[in-house]
């Protein structure tokens, strides 16, 4: 039996019928680089057999009225493959616009959470001959890094099969029973939640007074419900729409270098650009500048002191983005500027303390509030939190076979919430800088006009460095 964390857990508790809480990654492969040949039920059975060595892959939620605490993960004794690994083929003429179409409509299915929390999508048919694979995972099970973890479980440096890790076929989440889950479920609420609360209040308390103060002189990063409103900050419905693009790595980099700024600054001033072309082009772009929400690993950080375990190690860093400059070199040192100005906010925020709040999530109420927050629309009645979620993920640099496939393409696509209805997510792998962009239909059925955008904001930095 392993304990959900707080985070983990409240992933599952934010969860609606409108607001699905899991990760995609979407992998275009090419099949003819598969030894013998390819063919789904090869893939298929390659899996199964990876699998074995994959203990995240085979847990599944348990949980009792009982318990108090937050549900466990048990090893899934009736594991079925085919329960998990499904083939369809994409509408002709098989181009981009339909993967995004047949994507958006999986995307908007919840996970079944009697097994597993994962499935893998195998889509044929399109037109260049590539094969797509959409992995779906929820977010209790995984973040940014994790993801990227599961994925080089699934990928090696050939195409030859790799031999099992005999540590890892011999791990497993384990069993338990209903009054073991119970108990332990009361003594984490009654006497451990306690003396962690009254830990963290005084750190806690620092907070928002640091906060007051680098306000003042202007070294704080920006404060939530401060950002102007934007189409994506309305409630959302099941309806998801997504878009990609693919960028050099090289280019990126070349910008990065002329203006001596970092990748991730790159990634926030062509956000931007990209941003303000969409808002402008629908005549919607705000005089001040957007907020966006920035991810931020905590893998590395210490957890003695406020909390240990989970899946999900991630704290998020509030950034204003240069949306409201048109010239994108100015706008491009001014997403330095503003990026360093947060980051020096954030790295005095104990790294762990929004993890550690989060164990005191309250499941059921937290559920029903989440629900009654989506039904009446509420996210209209009050300022945004921020306007996009921005995430930037390093892959490896090389290429990667993907259970035999080589791999063309990585796509990330994170979760949309009601008043928060885009999610931008950056990996970069092979020389590629991959964007991943994901939204409600109700709110942006153009989606792929800010996918374009990214192309056109790179094109104009590149012009720039001559």
Not at 27 to 35: L, N
Not at 411 to 423: E, K, S, T
Request: hydrophobic letters at 45%.
């Amino acid at each position: 039996m392993q304990r959900l964390s707080g985070l983990d857990a409240s992933f599952l508790y934010l969860e609606t019928r409108s607001q699905m809480m899991h990760i995609i990654g979407l992998i275009e492969i090419d099949p003819s680089t598969v030894p013998g040949g390819y063919s789904f039920v090869k893939l298929r059975d390659e899996l199964q057999r990876r699998i074995a060595a994959m203990p995240n892959f085979r847990r599944k939620l348990d949980n009792s009225m009982l318990n108090i605490d937050h549900p466990v993960w048990i090893e899934d004794d009736d594991f079925d493959i085919e329960r998990h690994v499904h083939r369809v083929a994409v509408p002709a003429p098989g181009g981009e616009a339909e993967l995004a179409d047949l994507c958006g409509h999986l995307a908007g299915q919840t996970l079944d959470r009697g097994k597993p929390l994962w499935e893998l999508w195998i889509i044929e048919g399109l037109a260049d001959g590539k094969v797509a694979a959409m992995l779906r995972t929820h977010h209790a099970s995984v973040d940014g890094v994790t993801g990227a973890e599961m994925l080089a479980q699934m990928c090696t440096l050939s195409p030859e099969a790799p031999e099992l890790d005999p540590d890892k076929v011999q791990e497993t989440a384990g069993r338990t029973s209903r009054t073991t889950m119970a108990l332990t479920g009361a003594m984490n609420y009654f006497v451990q939640r306690p003396i962690a609360m009254a830990r963290l209040i005084p750190g806690t308390v620092e907070v928002p007074i640091n906060w007051f103060r680098r306000s003042r002189t202007k070294s704080a990063m920006p404060a939530p419900f401060q950002a102007p409103r934007t189409r994506f900050n309305a409630p959302i419905t099941p309806h998801r729409a997504l878009a990609m693009a693919q960028l050099s790595l090289d280019d990126v980099k070349l910008v990065k270098n002329r203006f001596d700024v970092k990748i991730n600054d790159v990634v926030l001033a062509i956000t931007a650009g990209a941003l303000r072309d969409y808002l402008q082009g629908h005549d919607e772009l705000p005089d001040q500048p957007l907020v966006a929400m920035v991810p931020v690993s905590v893998h590395g950080a210490d957890e003695s002191s406020l909390v240990t375990g989970g899946t999900n190690k991630v704290t998020g860093m509030f950034a204003k983005l240069a949306s409201d400059l048109d010239d994108p070199v100015d706008r491009l040192k001014r997403a330095a500027e503003l990026a360093r100005t947060s980051k020096d906010h954030h790295a005095d925020i104990d790294a762990n303390i929004l993890r550690a709040w989060a164990q005191f999530a309250p499941g059921t109420t937290m559920a029903t509030v989440m629900k009654f927050y989506g039904d009446r629309r509420l996210a209209m009645s009050h300022p945004p939190v921020f306007n996009v979620l921005i995430s930037n993920v390093a892959g490896p640099d090389f290429p990667l076979y993907f259970l035999g496939a080589r791999v063309t393409a990585v796509y990330p696509l994170g979760p949309v919430f009601h008043g928060l209805g885009l999610n931008i997510t950056v990996f970069s792998a092979d020389g590629h800088l991959n964007v991943g962009i994901l939204t409600c239909t109700d709110l942006a059925p153009d989606v792929w006009d800010i996918a374009h955008a990214f192309d056109h904001e790179l094109k104009r930095l590149l012009e720039a460095c001559d």
